[in-house]
């Protein structure tokens, strides 16, 4: 077990992402495509969080008995920049320790599908890593999910704010899947094993 995390307390499992059909498929809300996928596994349904702008998932992954861990899986239903004030009002509510946090997001700087998973840092211009930094400290787990960057001119913001391409779809389901593995890799057995599994 990683020094940083708690096993007794639940993990706080973010997807980020924007509401609404509009962005539903676009690389900046990948976020929310491994989010889904791993409700999907757990066998839950989102509901909406009572106050806070979120909708959450409750249950448990790993192993059948003592090994499985308690996680809440979060999809914030502010904008993207504003996802900091519902994860830590989250976080707060369930008594989750820092540690036991993970963001699930879009990264730039690294090519499309790789996934690195890390503890800490910056948010490297990520408006949701931002502002839940923001809120709650930077100490915690992300899980990176490239997307490449932009070709030609292209401005980021409309880059991250496009629909993967069709090129990119083929492979989708593949990446998100192998990302759910990956968290569910973190959750269970720690981040040196899951970084050692899926740093690609």
Known sequence: MDVTTDA?????IVGLGNPGPEYAMNRHN???MVADLLAERIGGRYKRAGRAQAQVVEGR??????????????????????????????RDFYKVPLG?????????DIDYGTLRLKLGGGD?????????????????HRLRFGIGRPPGRMQVADFVLKDFSS???????????RAADAVECLVVE???RAQNSYNS
């Not at 090994?67 to 809440?72: E, K, L, M, P």
């Not at 036991?100 to 730039?108: G, I, K, M, T, Y």
């Open 167 to 177: 090129t990119e779809r083929k492979e989708l389901d593949f990446f998100v899947d």
């Open 190 to 192: 720690g981040l040196e």
């Open 8 to 12: 007794g307390a639940p993990w706080l």
């Open 124 to 140: 490297n211009g990520h408006n949701g890593l931002k502002s839940m930094s923001k809120a709650m400290g930077a100490d915690y």
């Open 100 to 108: 036991n946090v993970v963001a699930v997001h879009d990264e730039l």
């Open 30 to 32: 990948v976020g929310f």
């Open 61 to 90: 992954m790993g192993p059948p008995g003592p090994a499985s861990r308690r996680v809440v899986l979060v999809k914030p239903m502010s904008f993207m920049n504003l996802s900091g004030g519902p994860v830590n009002a989250l």
